[in-house]
């Protein structure tokens, strides 16, 4: 069987509609793929938004309602997710690590801190 399947000849097609196009393939060397990005004023010119009624929206009136979820807490010190609050000094903190260094703060840099956030905590 196998010596029957090695003899024949399978003319395979040069390009397989299953098959992903290569870009080098799709595109020649030095021809642009004909996307580019647009700037605002750009976007402002074509789309001529003067023309446009006032409560259709646009790139010049978009408003959002606020958020539904909460904001996110950030660490106080390296700026990742903090779930954790230090009751002493009500900074924000990621890990243990960080509470531990946070705890060895004097309160000259736990206020400059704070202010930082806009919580004004005064420590006793």
Not at 38 to 59: C, G, R, V
Request: aromatic share 10%; glycine share 4%; proline share 10%.
């Amino acid at each position: 069987m196998e010596a029957d399947v090695v003899r024949s000849e399978m003319v395979l097609p040069p390009v397989m509609p299953f098959k992903r196009v290569q870009m080098g393939d799709k595109y020649q060397k030095g021809q642009s793929r004909g996307r580019y990005w647009k700037h605002l004023k750009q976007l402002l010119q074509a789309e001529n938004f003067i023309s446009l009624p006032l409560d259709e929206p646009n790139y010049l009136n978009i408003e959002s309602p606020p958020s539904m979820y909460p904001s996110k807490k950030y660490c106080d010190i390296t700026g990742f997710e903090a779930p954790y609050v230090d009751p002493r000094t009500k900074l924000r903190y990621a890990d243990p690590e960080v509470f531990k260094r946070v705890r060895n703060l004097p309160n000259e840099h736990v206020q400059r801190y704070l202010a930082l956030r806009n919580a004004a905590v005064i420590i006793r």
